[in-house]
């Protein structure tokens, strides 16, 4: 839970470096509570869904920025520009392409 926090802490920090383990740590949590939400918006009546869409809506665009900059700062980490952030956008290809760059063991040195 600390990894989560700590990449809220640093909400829009897009220098620097995240390892691995906080990029991934972070990313299972995010997927977590909003899977929770999600589960809970389903399992919930008709007027508990349209408050809990809310929450859900809310909660991303919350998570939004502090996603992006962790992601920006693990490409950092892996030797690459927080650039390569937007190669997700090709279809197909691009989100295994960024999903390895995400992967990949972190690099030696400064960025």
């Known amino acids: 839970m600390e990894y989560y926090t700590k990449v809220l802490k640093d909400y829009a920090v897009f220098s620097g470096r995240a390892r691995r383990k906080e990029y991934w740590m972070f990313t299972l949590i995010n997927m977590l509570i909003m899977l929770a939400l999600f589960l ?4 919930g009546g008709e007027n508990m869904a349209s408050v809990l ?7 991303t ?7 992006l900059a962790v992601t920006i700062r693990r490409l950092h980490d892996t ?19 960024l999903l390895y760059f995400t ?9």
Do not use: E, H, R
Request: proline share 4%; net charge neutral.
């Open 40 to 43: 809970l918006m389903i399992l």
């Open 103 to 111: 992967v990949l063991d972190s690099q030696a040195g400064t960025n």
């Open 53 to 59: 869409m809310i929450v859900y809506a809310l909660y």
């Open 79 to 97: 030797g690459k520009s927080g650039w390569w952030i937007f190669i997700g956008f090709i279809p197909f290809i691009g989100g295994f392409v």
């Open 61 to 67: 665009l919350a998570v939004l920025i502090p996603s």
